[in-house]
Protein backbone atom coordinates (compact mmCIF):
# COMPACT_ATOMS: atom_id res chain seq x y z
CA UNK A 1 0.00 0.00 0.00
CA UNK A 2 1.53 3.40 -1.07
CA UNK A 3 2.56 5.42 2.14
CA UNK A 4 -0.27 8.27 1.86
CA UNK A 5 -2.60 5.63 2.34
CA UNK A 6 -0.88 3.80 5.07
CA UNK A 7 -0.42 6.28 7.87
CA UNK A 8 -1.72 9.79 8.64
CA UNK A 9 0.06 11.95 10.97
CA UNK A 10 -2.32 13.11 13.56
CA UNK A 11 -2.04 16.90 15.61
CA UNK A 12 -4.06 17.51 18.23
CA UNK A 13 -5.57 21.45 18.58
CA UNK A 14 -6.93 22.73 21.87
CA UNK A 15 -6.28 26.84 21.63
CA UNK A 16 -6.25 29.28 19.06
CA UNK A 17 -3.06 29.91 19.91
CA UNK A 18 0.57 28.26 19.93
CA UNK A 19 3.48 28.63 21.60
CA UNK A 20 7.16 28.96 19.77
CA UNK A 21 8.18 25.92 21.06
CA UNK A 22 5.04 24.14 19.81
CA UNK A 23 5.71 25.94 16.03
CA UNK A 24 9.15 24.55 16.66
CA UNK A 25 7.06 21.19 16.90
CA UNK A 26 4.98 21.91 13.91
CA UNK A 27 7.73 23.24 11.24
CA UNK A 28 10.06 20.01 12.29
CA UNK A 29 6.30 17.54 11.58
CA UNK A 30 6.43 19.74 7.81
CA UNK A 31 10.46 19.19 7.27
CA UNK A 32 10.25 15.56 7.94
CA UNK A 33 6.80 13.89 7.58
CA UNK A 34 5.83 16.57 4.72
CA UNK A 35 5.05 13.66 2.52
CA UNK A 36 2.46 11.82 5.00
CA UNK A 37 -0.87 13.01 5.12
CA UNK A 38 -1.36 15.58 8.01
CA UNK A 39 -4.64 15.89 9.71
CA UNK A 40 -4.98 18.13 12.35
CA UNK A 41 -7.81 17.69 14.81
CA UNK A 42 -9.66 20.17 17.30
CA UNK A 43 -13.04 20.79 19.12
CA UNK A 44 -15.77 22.15 17.01
CA UNK A 45 -15.71 25.70 17.84
CA UNK A 46 -12.17 26.17 17.66
CA UNK A 47 -10.72 27.90 14.66
CA UNK A 48 -7.52 26.44 13.48
CA UNK A 49 -4.25 28.86 14.64
CA UNK A 50 -3.14 30.49 11.97
CA UNK A 51 0.76 30.19 13.29
CA UNK A 52 -0.29 26.14 12.68
CA UNK A 53 -2.05 26.62 9.61
CA UNK A 54 1.35 28.11 8.12
CA UNK A 55 3.91 26.41 9.66
CA UNK A 56 2.19 22.60 8.31
CA UNK A 57 0.06 21.99 5.13
CA UNK A 58 -2.54 20.16 6.84
CA UNK A 59 -4.47 17.20 4.18
CA UNK A 60 -7.22 17.80 6.55
CA UNK A 61 -8.92 19.11 9.47
CA UNK A 62 -11.16 17.10 11.62
CA UNK A 63 -13.01 18.32 14.00
CA UNK A 64 -14.80 16.65 17.47
CA UNK A 65 -17.26 17.68 19.63
CA UNK A 66 -15.90 20.24 22.39
CA UNK A 67 -16.04 17.80 25.55
CA UNK A 68 -13.18 15.67 23.82
CA UNK A 69 -10.60 18.76 24.11
CA UNK A 70 -11.91 19.91 27.90
CA UNK A 71 -8.80 18.96 29.76
CA UNK A 72 -6.62 15.78 30.09
CA UNK A 73 -9.93 13.90 31.09
CA UNK A 74 -11.45 15.04 27.64
CA UNK A 75 -8.70 13.68 25.86
CA UNK A 76 -8.52 10.95 27.18
CA UNK A 77 -12.04 10.10 26.93
CA UNK A 78 -11.58 11.12 22.83
CA UNK A 79 -8.35 8.72 22.51
CA UNK A 80 -10.39 5.90 24.28
CA UNK A 81 -13.61 6.09 21.79
CA UNK A 82 -14.39 4.26 19.02
CA UNK A 83 -15.56 7.31 17.55
CA UNK A 84 -11.92 8.82 16.83
CA UNK A 85 -10.69 5.59 15.74
CA UNK A 86 -13.58 5.60 13.19
CA UNK A 87 -12.87 8.71 11.11
CA UNK A 88 -9.94 7.58 10.31
CA UNK A 89 -10.36 3.46 8.99
CA UNK A 90 -8.99 4.35 5.98
CA UNK A 91 -5.04 4.33 6.95
CA UNK A 92 -3.20 1.32 8.58
CA UNK A 93 -1.65 3.56 10.87
CA UNK A 94 -1.89 6.64 12.25
CA UNK A 95 0.76 8.81 14.01
CA UNK A 96 -0.28 10.85 17.26
CA UNK A 97 1.86 13.98 16.89
CA UNK A 98 0.93 16.02 19.91
CA UNK A 99 2.68 19.93 19.93
CA UNK A 100 5.03 18.63 22.31
CA UNK A 101 6.60 16.20 20.01
CA UNK A 102 9.23 16.23 17.47
CA UNK A 103 11.17 13.98 14.84
CA UNK A 104 14.60 13.71 13.64
CA UNK A 105 14.48 11.92 11.23
CA UNK A 106 11.64 10.39 8.55
CA UNK A 107 11.72 6.23 10.07
CA UNK A 108 7.93 6.33 10.04
CA UNK A 109 7.20 3.66 7.11
CA UNK A 110 9.84 1.80 8.48
CA UNK A 111 7.70 1.38 11.55
CA UNK A 112 4.89 0.69 10.04
CA UNK A 113 6.44 -2.17 8.22
CA UNK A 114 7.62 -4.03 11.58
CA UNK A 115 4.02 -5.06 12.48
CA UNK A 116 3.49 -3.47 15.70
CA UNK A 117 -0.02 -2.39 16.67
CA UNK A 118 1.08 0.40 19.34
CA UNK A 119 4.33 2.12 19.64
CA UNK A 120 5.40 4.73 21.95
CA UNK A 121 8.47 6.27 24.28
CA UNK A 122 9.11 3.96 27.06
CA UNK A 123 8.72 4.77 30.52
CA UNK A 124 12.33 4.26 31.29
CA UNK A 125 13.69 2.99 34.97
CA UNK A 126 15.64 5.71 36.54
CA UNK A 127 18.57 3.21 37.04
CA UNK A 128 19.65 0.71 34.70
CA UNK A 129 21.34 -3.35 35.15
CA UNK A 130 24.45 -4.74 35.34
CA UNK A 131 23.43 -8.14 35.18
CA UNK A 132 21.37 -9.74 32.94
CA UNK A 133 20.13 -12.02 35.33
CA UNK A 134 18.96 -8.95 37.85
CA UNK A 135 17.40 -7.40 34.84
CA UNK A 136 15.15 -10.55 34.58
CA UNK A 137 14.61 -11.01 38.49
CA UNK A 138 13.53 -7.49 38.01
CA UNK A 139 11.39 -7.54 35.15
CA UNK A 140 9.78 -10.35 36.58
CA UNK A 141 8.54 -8.91 39.68
CA UNK A 142 7.43 -5.82 36.87
CA UNK A 143 5.12 -8.16 35.53
CA UNK A 144 3.73 -9.64 38.45
CA UNK A 145 2.81 -6.36 39.38
CA UNK A 146 1.30 -5.58 36.08
CA UNK A 147 -0.75 -8.94 35.52
CA UNK A 148 -2.12 -8.59 39.28
CA UNK A 149 -3.00 -4.77 39.26
CA UNK A 150 -0.81 -4.26 42.16
CA UNK A 151 -1.84 -1.01 43.59
CA UNK A 152 -1.01 1.47 46.67
CA UNK A 153 -3.43 3.46 48.48
CA UNK A 154 -5.60 2.49 45.62
CA UNK A 155 -3.31 3.21 42.74
CA UNK A 156 -1.68 1.04 40.38
CA UNK A 157 2.23 0.63 41.43
CA UNK A 158 5.26 2.84 39.54
CA UNK A 159 6.71 -1.41 39.41
CA UNK A 160 3.83 -1.50 36.95
CA UNK A 161 5.03 1.20 34.51
CA UNK A 162 8.79 0.54 34.61
CA UNK A 163 9.89 -0.19 30.66
CA UNK A 164 6.75 -0.55 29.13
CA UNK A 165 6.09 0.60 26.55
CA UNK A 166 4.37 3.35 25.94
CA UNK A 167 3.54 7.24 25.67
CA UNK A 168 0.63 8.36 23.83
CA UNK A 169 2.44 12.01 22.75
CA UNK A 170 4.42 10.40 19.95
CA UNK A 171 2.70 7.58 19.09
CA UNK A 172 1.97 5.00 16.06
CA UNK A 173 -1.75 2.91 16.44
CA UNK A 174 -3.21 0.60 13.89
CA UNK A 175 -6.51 1.76 13.32
CA UNK A 176 -8.39 -1.38 12.86
CA UNK A 177 -7.46 -2.97 16.03
CA UNK A 178 -7.64 0.28 18.21
CA UNK A 179 -11.27 0.53 16.38
CA UNK A 180 -11.99 -2.85 17.36
CA UNK A 181 -10.56 -2.71 21.16
CA UNK A 182 -12.20 0.65 21.41
CA UNK A 183 -15.80 -0.84 21.30
CA UNK A 184 -14.68 -4.78 23.29
CA UNK A 185 -13.57 -2.76 26.16
CA UNK A 186 -15.69 -0.01 26.49
CA UNK A 187 -16.62 -0.71 30.05
CA UNK A 188 -13.38 -0.73 30.91
CA UNK A 189 -12.56 2.34 29.34
CA UNK A 190 -15.54 3.89 30.64
CA UNK A 191 -14.06 2.79 34.41
CA UNK A 192 -10.53 4.22 33.70
CA UNK A 193 -12.19 7.22 32.71
CA UNK A 194 -13.29 7.94 36.46
CA UNK A 195 -9.83 7.89 37.54
CA UNK A 196 -8.20 11.52 37.91
CA UNK A 197 -4.75 10.02 38.42
CA UNK A 198 -2.24 10.42 35.80
CA UNK A 199 -1.40 6.49 35.86
CA UNK A 200 -5.34 5.97 34.49
CA UNK A 201 -4.44 8.12 31.15
CA UNK A 202 -5.37 6.74 27.47
CA UNK A 203 -1.75 5.28 26.86
CA UNK A 204 -1.76 3.64 30.07
CA UNK A 205 -5.29 1.97 28.78
CA UNK A 206 -3.27 1.20 25.67
CA UNK A 207 0.16 -0.10 26.97
CA UNK A 208 -1.22 -1.99 30.02
CA UNK A 209 -4.62 -2.32 30.24
CA UNK A 210 -5.55 -4.19 27.50
CA UNK A 211 -2.38 -6.67 27.71
CA UNK A 212 -2.80 -7.11 31.57
CA UNK A 213 -4.68 -10.67 31.71
CA UNK A 214 -4.65 -11.51 27.36
CA UNK A 215 -1.88 -10.18 25.09
CA UNK A 216 -4.94 -8.21 22.38
CA UNK A 217 -1.74 -5.98 21.45
CA UNK A 218 1.22 -6.51 19.65
CA UNK A 219 3.78 -3.99 21.62
CA UNK A 220 7.90 -4.15 21.66
CA UNK A 221 10.00 -3.97 24.35
CA UNK A 222 11.56 -1.05 25.81
CA UNK A 223 15.38 -1.77 23.58
CA UNK A 224 13.39 -1.64 20.87
CA UNK A 225 10.84 1.32 21.76
CA UNK A 226 13.61 3.73 22.97
CA UNK A 227 14.76 3.95 18.82
CA UNK A 228 10.90 5.06 18.15
CA UNK A 229 10.87 7.30 20.86
CA UNK A 230 12.50 9.24 23.51
CA UNK A 231 10.94 11.03 26.90
CA UNK A 232 11.54 10.01 30.61
CA UNK A 233 15.42 9.48 31.15
CA UNK A 234 16.47 10.87 28.00
CA UNK A 235 20.41 10.05 29.27
CA UNK A 236 19.69 6.73 29.54
CA UNK A 237 17.17 6.74 26.67
CA UNK A 238 20.40 7.83 24.45
CA UNK A 239 22.63 5.54 26.46
CA UNK A 240 20.47 2.34 25.20
CA UNK A 241 20.56 3.76 21.53
CA UNK A 242 24.25 3.65 21.77
CA UNK A 243 24.32 7.95 21.04
CA UNK A 244 21.78 7.52 18.10
CA UNK A 245 19.04 9.46 17.80
CA UNK A 246 15.35 7.99 18.05
CA UNK A 247 12.73 8.40 14.88
CA UNK A 248 11.45 11.28 17.74
CA UNK A 249 11.00 12.62 21.04
CA UNK A 250 8.12 13.68 23.76
CA UNK A 251 7.63 16.38 25.87
CA UNK A 252 11.36 17.91 25.02
CA UNK A 253 10.30 20.98 26.40
CA UNK A 254 10.27 19.31 30.15
CA UNK A 255 14.18 18.33 28.91
CA UNK A 256 15.71 21.41 27.00
CA UNK A 257 19.11 21.00 28.77
CA UNK A 258 19.51 17.84 26.91
CA UNK A 259 17.30 18.40 23.53
CA UNK A 260 19.27 21.67 23.41
CA UNK A 261 22.67 20.35 21.05
CA UNK A 262 20.46 18.30 19.10
CA UNK A 263 17.86 20.54 18.55
CA UNK A 264 20.63 22.93 17.27
CA UNK A 265 21.82 20.90 14.56
CA UNK A 266 17.96 20.73 13.19
CA UNK A 267 17.98 24.20 13.17
CA UNK A 268 15.71 25.45 16.20
CA UNK A 269 17.53 27.30 19.00
CA UNK A 270 15.24 26.23 22.59
Known sequence: MEALNKVAVIIPFYRDLITDLE?????QCQKVLGNYHKIAIKPQSLALP???QQAVVFNQVVSFANPYFDGIRGYNSLMLSDVFYKAFLDYDYILIYQLDA??????????CSLGFDYIGAPWLRRKGYQLKLKE???????DMHTR???KKNGVPTDKQFYNKVGNGGLSLRRVKKFYALSIKLKPIA??????TDDKHNEDVFWSIEVNRSIKRLKIPGYKTAVKFSIELEPARAFALNE?????????WDLYTDFWRPEFKV???HI
Open 50 to 52: QKA
Open 190 to 195: DDYLKH
Open 243 to 251: GRLPFGCHA
Open 23 to 27: EIALQ
Open 148 to 150: FNV
Open 102 to 111: FVFKDELMHW
Open 136 to 142: KAYQFMF
Open 266 to 268: QGY
